[in-house]
């Protein structure tokens, strides 16, 4: 199995900056991709940003220019910079990784207990 935790999250004022890290340990082969993840209250998972192991990144339209993704593949650790943030960002942050945990086993989907990003004044 694969852990994933994440941190970084809190109040910010808009306009103010946070990063998110998110840390990958336990049986790990290879993982593939990971990415992160936002939840808003009463609306849909959605996919804010994913790295893969080339380091080939995709960002949502959204935070285009404004959230950058990167990856320690060292430290199994994928962190989320986000600056000019807005109040539409507030929600709940999740970090998830494709991976393998054994050279036999297929690519399972991972996520993190997520991390809660507010954005007000």
């Known amino acids: 199995q694969v852990q994933l935790v994440e941190s970084g999250g809190g109040l910010v004022q808009p306009g103010g900056s946070l990063r998110l890290s998110c840390a990958a340990s336990g049986s790990i082969y290879r993982i593939n991709a990971m990415g992160w993840y936002r939840q808003a209250p009463g609306k849909q998972r959605e996919l804010v940003a994913l790295i893969t192991s080339a380091d080939i990144t995709n960002h949502a339209d959204s935070v285009k220019g404004r959230f950058t993704i990167s990856r320690d593949n060292a430290k199994n650790t994928v962190y989320l910079q986000m600056n000019s943030l807005k109040p539409e960002d507030t929600a709940v942050y999740y970090c998830?990784?494709?991976?393998?945990?054994?050279?036999?086993?297929?690519?399972?989907?991972?996520w993190g207990q997520g991390t809660q990003v507010t954005v007000s004044s």
């Open positions: 998830n990784a494709r991976a393998i945990s054994r050279p036999w086993s297929t690519p399972a989907d991972y």
